[in-house]
């Protein structure tokens, strides 16, 4: 079935990393994102992965992706205040166009 | 237009009444895509049209669901008798269709429905 899974939340220290993780379960998706989601606002296409691929970086994002396991990381980079949102991880199973998105991840970012 | 927009931005309603929602994508792009998003959770799809026809409609709960895209471009999500469990965030996204790549999906900011 399809069905992607994430912490709920994140506290984190500005000026720190953090890593949000996510489980998918569709081997058969060939892209997997991430978005993110500001307080009454639509989401931001943050970054993408192509299902071949180990690893992507794009500034302070790096993404993981473990294949096998059908795990994924977004990992920020000296995370600021203004990262506090709430980051959805999502995949296409059989590559076509829909969307399956996990509940997402608020991620809090303290002083 | 600069990116997707939703008219209206907030709809409420009473139980058993009508409601349109609209959509006008970003100029150009073949695919748009209507998903609900219901407090805490994360989108869930409704339904994907490519050009005029719906691709793909498997996410549309019930027949009391509908969307149209008569012309290719700007789209409306129609819910009959509404009921208290369709108050959600409906987000429209649109892409360019482009077959072979990841056709990213642009979401515009939402349309929140309160059925009362």
């Known amino acids: 079935g399809e069905d992607v899974e994430q912490s709920l939340f994140l506290s984190v220290r500005e000026g720190d990393s953090s890593v949000i993780n996510c489980t998918y379960t569709d081997s058969s998706s060939t892209y997997l994102y991430w978005y993110k989601q500001e307080p009454g606002a639509g989401l931001q296409l943050l970054t993408y992965i192509f299902s071949n691929m180990d690893m992507k970086q794009d500034q302070r994002l790096t993404v993981l992706l473990n294949k096998k396991d059908k795990h994924l990381s977004l990992r920020i980079a000296d995370t600021q205040t203004g990262d506090s949102a709430i980051y959805f991880c999502a995949e296409n199973p059989g590559g076509y166009n829909k969307l399956i998105f996990g509940a997402g991840t608020r991620l809090a970012v303290h002083p | 237009g600069a990116g997707v927009s939703q008219t209206p931005s907030n709809k409420v309603t009473e139980k058993g009444k009508y409601v349109e929602l609209r959509c006008d994508p970003i100029s150009g792009h073949t695919a748009l895509y209507w998903y609900r998003q219901s407090l805490g959770q994360g989108p869930e799809f409704l339904i994907y049209?490519?050009?005029?026809?719906?691709?793909?409609d498997s996410g549309l709960p019930n027949d009391r669901f509908f969307a149209v895209r008569p012309e290719g471009s700007v789209s409306t999500l129609k819910i009959q008798r509404t009921e208290r469990g369709d108050s959600a965030v409906y987000l429209c996204a649109s892409s360019p269709g482009l077959a072979g790549t990841t056709d990213t999906q642009y979401f515009g900011p939402g349309t929140r429905l309160t059925v009362l």
């Open positions: 049209f490519q050009g005029t026809g719906a691709a793909d």
